[in-house]
């Protein structure tokens, strides 16, 4: 069975993507676009090795545990960097009737010229893709799950076709988590002040 290569997993989250969403954070990116929220998740020998069924039977779990869980969104990092695995793990959730969401730094047309049959195979398995490199200079927080005015909603199913002409009444949110080791975590789309605020928050925690 593959193993991914991950970052990160938050369990349930409602700032990636539609609904309540189980969130796999991939960790590789040969991007690297400038700004980038997550430059910690580039480095593709970095992050943790986890077992697709595992991954698999902890959606199942949590799924049995929050009936609500709309789907599954893939982030990163870069998600096609490890398109086959995640197209297997996304062949599983679908006999659990959950959506698949993936974000991606590549464009779209890039996605279907590609000559790479794992990348057409993780399309197949999108219902929506949200493609495009993050450009700092078209920053922009006005659609939701975004982070600037380049990126791209593709609905490749039906699933989400419905929300196309509702975007702009969907807000962005951030998430911030307090663990019990102390340590402090976000996700979702914040200004650059927001982060920062975030960072000098941990940092006087520490001290």
Request: hydrophobic share 35%; aromatic share 8%.
């Amino acid at each position: 069975m593959p193993v991914l290569r991950l970052s990160r997993i938050e369990k349930r989250t409602k700032v990636e993507g539609p609904g309540l969403r189980y969130c796999i954070w991939v960790q590789g990116c040969p991007i690297h676009c400038e700004g980038c929220f997550n430059p910690h998740t580039w480095d593709p020998n970095g992050g943790r090795l986890m077992d697709i069924d595992e991954i698999y039977e902890d959606i199942k779990r949590t799924l049995e545990a929050s009936p609500e869980l709309e789907g599954v969104t893939f982030l990163g990092g870069e998600p096609f960097s490890q398109a086959q695995a995640l197209t297997t793990l996304a062949q599983k959730i679908k006999e659990l009737n959950l959506s698949i969401v993936t974000f991606t730094g590549y464009e779209y047309e890039a996605i279907l010229k590609s000559p790479n049959s794992s990348w057409h195979s993780l399309l197949k398995e999108t219902d929506l893709l949200i493609d495009g490199p993050y450009i700092q200079s078209q920053h922009d927080l006005g659609r939701p799950w975004i982070g600037s005015k380049n990126q791209q909603y593709r609905f490749l199913t039906d699933v989400y076709k419905h929300l196309e002409a509702k975007l702009s009444e969907i807000p962005n949110k951030l998430e911030i988590r307090l663990h019990p080791d102390g340590t402090i975590s976000a996700n979702g789309m914040a200004e650059p002040i927001d982060l920062h605020m975030l960072l000098e928050l941990d940092y006087e925690r520490r001290r």
